[in-house]
T-cell receptor
Framework: NAGVTQTPKFRILKIGQSMTLQCTQDMNHNYMYWYRQDPGMGLKLIYYSVGAGITDKGEVPNGYNVSRSTTEDFPLRLELAAPSQTSVYFC?????????????FGAGTRLSVL | GQQLNQSPQSMFIQEGEDVSMNCTSSSIFNTWLWYKQDPGEGPVLLIALYKAGELTSNGRLTAQFGITRKDSFLNISASIPSDVGIYFCAGRGTSYDKVIFGPGTSLSVIP
């Protein structure tokens, strides 16, 4: 019953460093999403994918990149970390094509850029 | 773009009290979702609503899909300490549309 798994849970980066946030799901969902959540704010969509090999920008894509080589994995890449990217990052997945299309979330990655 | 507003922004209530919160939109939605986020965790779906006027319960939680399709309401009866968290509403047009999340209502329960 793994669902959506995110690694790492916590990370501290220096300005200019790069890192990849990992996300994997075992529910055979076609859609996957990356959100960021800033203190006191809702979830803002960074990137999403409707299937392997297909990705698209969300509301706040600048400074991030994604890839979707398999159905299960949807990594998020930060190339040049900036303090503005300090946030909690959530990955989610869903099965679009059924009426309900409910998103299931991972536990989050807490990132600080200093 | 589409926006959701949630009120109140935060609530402090006594254990045992009932709670009401709502979510309004500038656009019509075909699906309304209510999620709860426990401290340090990801959001978890509480209730999903698919028809205008629909009233759905999940234990002590009851949510309604407003008849205008631009709002939704969540009620929690007889609150307990584990109800503490952030409650997000979310709306969606068709099942292929992106979900729009509200900013959340933070609930604190005083024992």
């Amino acid at each position: 019953n793994a669902g959506v798994t995110q690694t790492p849970k916590f990370r501290i980066l220096k300005i200019g460093q790069s890192m990849t946030l990992q996300c994997t799901q075992d529910m055979n969902h076609n859609y996957m999403y990356w959100y960021r959540q800033d203190p006191g704010m809702g979830l803002k969509l960074i990137y999403y994918s409707v299937g392997a090999g297909i990705t698209d920008k969300g509301e706040v894509p600048n400074g991030y990149n994604v890839s979707r080589s398999t159905t299960e994995d949807f990594p998020l890449r930060l190339e040049l970390a900036a303090p503005s990217q300090t946030s909690v990052y959530f990955c989610a997945s869903s099965y679009a094509g059924e009426a309900k299309n409910i998103q299931y979330f991972g536990a989050g990655t807490r990132l600080s850029v200093l | 773009g589409q926006q959701l507003n949630q009120s109140p922004q935060s609530m402090f209530i006594q254990e045992g009290e009932d709670v009401s919160m709502n979510c309004t939109s500038s656009s019509i939605f075909n699906t309304w979702l209510w999620y709860k986020q426990d401290p340090g965790e990801g959001p978890v779906l509480l209730i999903a609503l698919y028809k205008a006027g629909e009233l759905t319960s999940n234990g002590r939680l009851t949510a309604q899909f407003g008849i205008t399709r631009k709002d939704s309401f969540l009620n929690i009866s007889a609150s307990i300490p584990s109800d503490v968290g952030i409650y997000f509403c979310a709306g969606r047009g068709t099942s292929y549309d992106k979900v729009i999340f509200g900013p959340g209502t933070s609930l604190s329960v005083i024992p």
